[in-house]
């Protein structure tokens, strides 16, 4: 089994800055792709980004330009870097990782809030 925890979430201004990051355990399990994905009430489940095993990255629209994707495969840990935060990026921030054997984990979730 893998475990995901997400840290980072919290309050900010918009145009300010958080950096979220999350840490899968489970050392037995190989993890190949790693991602965020994002739920606000009323809302589905969207993708934010995503990094692959090769680190090839994929953002939705909404954040290009302004959050950044990464992985310390050391640390077997993806964080999520955002810049320049919209009261739209308000949503419960979801780690996602992706196993050898195409299998999918999920995280708790982080609550990221941004005030106008």
């Known amino acids: 089994q893998v475990q995901l925890a997400e840290s980072g979430g919290g309050l900010v201004q918009a145009g300010g800055s958080l950096t979220l990051s999350c840490a899968a355990s489970?050392?037995?399990?190989?993890?190949?792709?790693m991602g965020w994905y994002r739920q606000a009430p009323g809302k589905a489940r969207e993708l934010v980004a995503t990094?692959?095993?090769?680190?090839?990255?994929n953002y939705a629209d909404s954040v290009k330009g302004r959050f950044t994707i990464s992985r310390d495969n050391a640390k077997n840990t993806v964080y999520l870097q955002m810049n320049s935060l919209k009261p739209e990026d308000t949503a419960v921030y979801y780690c996602?990782?992706?196993?050898?054997?195409?299998?999918?984990?999920w995280g708790q979730g982080t609550q990221v809030t941004v005030s106008s």
């Open positions: 996602n990782a992706i196993s050898a054997v195409r299998v999918n984990y």
């Open positions: 489970g050392s037995r399990i190989r993890i190949n792709s």
């Open positions: 990094i692959t095993s090769g680190d090839r990255t």
